[in-house]
């Protein structure tokens, strides 16, 4: 809240821009520190607008040194490829494209691949989503285990989804802008265990911790999510909610790390606390159904992915509670997430149990600066904040 400390970062950041070369390396350790004076201050033009000429710099970098012959070319603008091709190879064991935009991918991940963004890390029996599509993602930040093989966020092993790789250098750079404003929008269903009471946004920091876990401390990084509960449903005694989350922030596990610390956890999530599930459940039942971003012509390009068919036999097999609760809302929204069909439905479409009362959730960009509204049942959480602190 300081404009003059604001104009002054911006100024120091741009002079040194305008200074660099392009090839020494000294611009792209400024990028990282470009793309956090986003996320602090907001919107700035000039800004992105320098990001993306550190990529440009880079994409012909890499092409006159030849280190990727003509992959190192500006993409070509490609339009969106039709949602029906994803629907027609959802029952796929292996990756599919999804769209193609200028500057980017989104992939449809199966499970047991893995968004190798750190070489060297790969799960046990996990396969590398990085090696999967040579031919569409040519060279540039996609070959380069530097740059996170062009990944913007990750998504878990055991899950299943989409997920945006960048193209060229130009794209990466514009869409971890992107993410850093909150303009990249990512969308999930989700079944979990108990009963979630209704709409609400979760607002705990998160760290993380040894052995690949996260957990909800004080002393870690800014995270929010944003719950819709879909419907209350049931196994034998177990009480089950079916939820669609999205999240503002992209912290580790932080979907599964949320869920769990509100008494809620993902269903057949081992690492959280729900081990028992395998036995009617194959997996993580965590799906991200829905992506939205801006490619580098400023087209929004929305890509969708239909729940896949094991967790459409699970969700399919789950029944009201007892009594009944399960009103015509509800029922709605529970098959056609077992038909497949939920997925295009975007965010603000979706009515959760609690919106008849006047609850909701509101957007991220404005909820990341100001105090989210916590229900009651969520207050008395020992780390749960109310109010976003940077």
């Not at 990727?68 to 990756?95: T, Y």
């Not at 990466?172 to 850093?180: C, K, S, T």
């Not at 979630?196 to 979760?202: D, E, H, K, N, T």
């Not at 004080?218 to 509960?229: E, F, I, N, T, Y």
């Amino acid at each position: 809240n300081c404009p003059e400390l604001s104009i002054h970062l911006r100024h120091v950041a741009h002079s040194r821009l305008d200074d660099a070369d392009a090839q020494d390396g000294s611009q792209e350790r400024d990028a990282v520190s470009l793309l956090g004076l986003l996320w602090a201050l907001g919107p700035d033009d000039q800004i992105r607008d320098t990001l993306r000429s550190i990529g440009v710099a880079l994409d012909g970098y890499n092409r006159d040194a030849s280190n990727f012959g003509k992959a190192g070319r500006r993409q070509q603008r490609l339009p969106s490829l039709p949602l029906s091709m994803v629907l027609a190879g959802e029952s796929s064991l292996d990756p599919e494209v999804v769209l193609k935009a200028s500057g980017a991918l989104v992939l449809h991940k199966p499970p047991d691949w893995e968004v190798d963004t750190i070489p060297g890390h790969l799960a046990l029996g996990a396969k590398p989503l990085s090696a999967a599509f040579d031919s569409c993602t040519g060279g540039g930040p996609a070959k380069d285990p530097k740059h996170g093989f062009g990944f913007l966020g990750r998504l878990d092993t055991s899950s299943s989804g989409l997920v945006l790789q960048a193209t060229t250098f130009e794209g990466l750079y514009d869409l971890r802008a992107q993410r850093e404003l909150g303009l990249i929008e990512r969308e999930y269903v989700v079944l979990c265990r108990g009963h979630v009471p209704g709409a609400r946004s979760i607002l705990a920091r998160i760290r993380k911790r040894t052995q690949g876990r996260s957990e909800a401390a004080l002393d870690g990084r800014p995270a929010q999510s944003q719950l819709k509960v879909l419907a209350h449903l049931a196994r034998d005694s177990q009480q089950l909610s079916l939820v669609l989350v999205r999240i503002c922030t992209g912290r580790t596990h932080q979907i599964r790390c949320h869920l769990q610390y509100v008494g809620h956890p993902v269903v057949c999530d081992g690492r959280y606390g729900t081990k028992g599930d395998v036995a009617w459940c194959p997996r993580t039942f965590l799906h991200r159904h829905r992506l939205v971003f801006w490619d580098l012509d400023g087209v929004r390009r929305v890509a969708e992915a239909p729940l896949p068919p094991d967790l459409r036999c699970v969700l399919a097999a789950l029944v009201p509670p007892s009594p009944p609760r399960l009103g015509a809302v509800a029922r709605g929204s529970v098959e056609l997430w077992a038909a497949g069909e939920g997925a295009g439905r975007p965010w603000s479409s979706w009515q959760s149990l609690e919106d008849s009362a006047g609850s909701s959730a509101s957007g991220c960009q404005s909820e990341l600066s100001s105090a989210a509204e916590v229900s009651a049942d969520l207050m008395e959480l020992p780390w749960l904040e109310l109010t976003m602190h940077t």
